[in-house]
Structures are given as C-alpha cells and as structure tokens.
C-alpha cells in the first residue's frame, strides 16, 4: 500500500502529527489498542502501528500504511499480536519530504535491552533532536529512521540504571520540547509527559485490572473504559500488577498544555481539564460573536471544525444557524487518482454548498483557523457562486501567525498569512466583506480563564498565535529561525 497522500482540502489545515494508546491486564490488548487508535484517527491518518507482548511468544509487532480500519481490523493482522500488553501509534506525515515516509518511521519504536525489551510510542516533538542525533552517532549510534523519537531509545540504550523506567527518566531529561510518551516492557505500561504537559495523556481503567492511556478521552469511551484521570506534566506512571506508582523525575513544574488542542485538534467529545471540547468550542463562538458583531441572515459553519463555535455565534447573536456547507463523509483516501484535474476542483470534492440555504443571504461563516488562507479563499468562492449577497469570515481562533515546534504540521513563518498581512490586508486577500477573529483573551475566557490570558505567566502554550515559545526551538534557531523579540529573555525568566 502506498502511503496516504493528503486531499488539497487538508493542505490548509494545522495537523496533529500522532495520536497514541496503550493497554495491560486485557485479553487480547492488541484489539484495545486498534480500537483506540480507531478513536485517535484524527491525530494521524497516514500510517498506524501496534507492539504487543504474549509471555509465551515474546514481542511481536505490526506497522502498516493507511488507516487503522482498514489494517488493524483483519483476523491475520491481529492474530500475531497475542497478549495481555500492548500500545499503539497512529501517525501524521507532513507535507513535503515527509509525505513519502519509509515503513521503518512508523511507531512504536522497539529496543532490545539486556535487562530486556521496550517499545515507545511519541506524541510530541523534541526541539533539540538534532543536536541529540549527532551526538548519538558521532557516539556510535546507529538509526533506523529519520524520526526524532528515535532518540529517546539510544539514550536509554547508554543509561547505566538497572530498569527500563529509570533508564527512560534519564532519557527523557536529555530531551527538549513537547511529549507524551507510552512504553512497554515485559510487564509493565508506561505514561509519561514532558514538565510543561503540552501534549495531551489520560488514564483509564478496564475492570478489576485492566488499564489504559490514550491522548484523549474519545479513546477510553470507545473500548468502555472509565475515566481515571489525566498524567499530570512532569509525572510518571508505571502500571504493572493492576498497581499504579507515580514518579515526578523532572522535579517541580507548571503545566503549558496546547491551547489548539481546545481549538481544532481534539475530538469535540473528549474531556480535557475537565471540560466538554465541545462547549469549549461553542463558547469561543460566543465569545466571537460578543467581539465582532454584524448584521447578517445565517450564520454557516466550515464543517466540521467550525461547527460548534457556529452555533455559539448564532446562539448569541440571535442570528439563524443553517447548514449552508455540507461534507462530503465520504471523500476518502481510496477516492480517485489526483489528476490536476482534479486538484483544481480544490474543496468542491469535499465540502459542497447548499445553494438553496445560502442564495441572497448576508452569511457568516465560521471556521476554526486561517493557516495560508487558500482554502478560505475557495470556500468564499464558493459562497459567491451560490449567490450569497455577502460573505463574512469569524474565525474560531487568534491568528497564526508563528510556527509550532512541539509536535504540529505548522508551514514556514513565512507561509502563514497573518505573518504577513495585517486582519485588513486578509480580509481583501481572500475577498469578504468582512474577517475578524477571536482575541487572544477572548480565547482564554472560552476555556475557562475567566480574566483572559496572563500575559507574564500564560496559562497555555499559545506560540501559535503569540510568537511566545516556553520551551526554546533549539534545532530550528541553529537553522536561522527567529524568535519574536525578547521572548528569549522571557522564557529565561519563566525557567528560573
């Protein structure tokens, strides 16, 4: 199978780049685990793979192309991967040279160790990778993939401690930037994420004495299993015998979590902090709608993302919420060959508009995020062939206007528009009447900071939309990368 070409419509988006899960103390963990991973497809659509361990035959592994329904539902697969433990990893390639990865990039990643073997699973990514991969090799390393997780097994291989989850400690404080990590030995289940949490990871428990972690709380629902509670940033835990021990091996930290997890890139029916994604979502609609009001007659969705900061918006303003662009549910991978034909259908292939809704109507159109802006240009379009009298873009987002390091399929600084117009200059760039977006701390509110973001001590990471970086993008300055000025000198600040 080759591997999942992204559709013209996801060019435009921001991507996840894995999702991860892992199971003990179940029959049959493998099967878990390809549930959910199922659940976690949104992370990452390109490639999938499942480490399982059965104590009479060892370590047995599968990582195949494509989605997990059609890989990790086949009897054949899933009858090599006997045994009580197992995790999982489903995987976004970016655009680019990454898009032809190899099947050695696919996780989880495996290592035989004297003390025995251990296979990890990484949602994050390491900003000093490539100082770390030099290192390594100039050491005598030798890597299989291209993938900065790789790393984290060579440090462990040239840790002196006795076991696997002190040798993964000492691993994981060489390492910089975003993770959230699952590992497995012989017997036990291991959770783990970096001292600010940017990346999400959650406990669950299946009967007596099964246990789960996943990125999301979507995943515990779908194989049945209760909610626990979230890994804390910083902490350890090491599940073997039904028992749980927790450990903090970076010492005292304060929690950074992703605030585009509360955006776009969680499922709307997961749990994070305690609160429903999908609320938090509606609530960044109303909040749009208290910031940039306007006289219209539908308020419309960019579906699905857009969808519930649509219904807070038209709950709010009054104005009537309507369907005005439907999905096509259907467009997937095995579609048709894309042709330039037609990739130059761009988003019709994806989204169609319900003409009879839209015609004569002032719209509002609500979507999740401006990345590069091409496909808001298409979806105007689209809006203005239907005979929409105008057309006004609220986006359920600040503007992106700086990259993500931690773990994100962000473009070049110098590819995302609000890098280098200003709201005015995009709002004539793509052609509507009008665009706004939601502030800064109008987004905080929305999650639950009710005065807004503090602006000496954020509550999230928001680089995305700031430009302020809580861990420093080492391999990316040594490339020629350019922090916002000062924003050094406040991350020294906010370390010590």
């Not at 991860?20 to 949104?42: K, M, T």
């Not at 609160?275 to 509606?282: A, C, K, W």
């Not at 060959?337 to 761009?346: F, K, L, S, V």
Request: glycine share 10%; aromatic share 8%.
């Amino acid at each position: 199978m080759q591997p999942f070409l992204a559709h013209p419509f996801d060019s435009d988006r921001l991507h996840e780049e894995c999702g991860i899960f892992g199971a003990i103390g179940v029959a049959d963990a493998s099967s878990f685990v390809a549930l959910g991973l199922h659940a976690l497809q949104h992370r990452g659509q390109e490639a999938g793979g499942i480490v399982a361990h059965d104590p009479e035959q060892g370590f047995n592994s599968a990582h195949r192309f494509g989605y997990v329904r059609d890989n990790f539902t086949k009897a054949d697969v899933m009858a090599t991967l006997p045994g009580p433990l197992a995790i999982g990893h489903v995987r976004y390639s970016t655009a680019g040279s990454k898009a032809a990865t190899a099947i050695r990039d696919v996780q989880p990643f495996f290592g035989e160790f004297h003390m025995g073997g251990c296979a990890i699973a990484h949602n994050g990514n390491i900003t000093n990778a490539s100082a770390l991969r030099r290192e390594l090799i100039e050491r005598g390393s030798i890597f299989s993939s291209s993938s900065d997780s790789e790393c984290i097994i060579h440090l462990m291989a040239r840790s002196i401690q006795r076991n696997i989850p002190e040798r993964m400690k000492d691993a994981l404080r060489r390492v910089e930037g975003a993770f959230s990590v699952i590992a497995m030995t012989r017997t036990k289940l291991i959770g783990v994420r970096d001292p600010l949490g940017v990346r999400p990871l959650v406990l669950g428990r299946v009967g007596d004495e099964g246990f789960v972690l996943a990125s999301e709380t979507c995943a515990l629902d779908i194989i049945g299993a209760d909610f626990v509670r979230e890994v804390e940033p910083g902490e350890m835990v090491v599940i073997s015998r039904g028992k749980i021990e927790t450990s903090r091996p970076f010492g005292p930290s304060t929690g950074r979590f992703c605030i585009f997890e509360h955006v776009y890139f969680s499922r709307p029916d997961s749990i994070i902090g305690g609160r429903s994604v999908y609320e938090t979502r509606r609530q960044i609609g109303v909040e749009l709608a208290r910031e940039a009001p306007i006289e219209a007659d539908l308020v419309c969705p960019v579906p699905d993302s857009g969808t519930p900061a649509a219904i807070g918006y038209a709950q709010e303003s009054g104005i009537p919420y309507g369907m005005g662009i439907i999905r096509n549910q259907y467009m997937g991978r095995t579609f048709i060959e894309p042709t330039d034909q037609i990739r130059n259908m761009g988003v019709r292939l994806k989204l169609n508009v319900n003409r009879a809704l839209i015609r004569g109507k002032r719209v509002v159109l609500v979507d999740d995020s401006v990345v590069r802006g091409t496909t808001s240009r298409k979806i105007k379009d689209m809006i203005i062939d239907a005979g929409a009298a105008e057309v006004h873009f609220r986006i359920a987002s600040p503007p992106t206007a700086w990259p993500c390091f931690y773990g994100v399929d962000t473009p070049d600084r110098e590819k995302l528009l609000a890098a280098n117009m200003s709201t005015d200059e995009m709002r004539d760039w793509i052609g509507v009447d009008s665009l706004a977006f939601v502030s800064l701390d109008g987004l905080y509110r929305a999650v639950g900071e009710s005065d807004g973001r503090n602006a000496k001590c954020p509550q999230y990471c928001d680089a995305c939309f700031s430009g302020d970086y809580p861990v420093a993008p080492f391999d990316q300055l040594e490339r020629g990368f350019r922090m916002k000025p000062g924003s050094e000198t406040a991350m020294n600040e906010a370390a010590e």
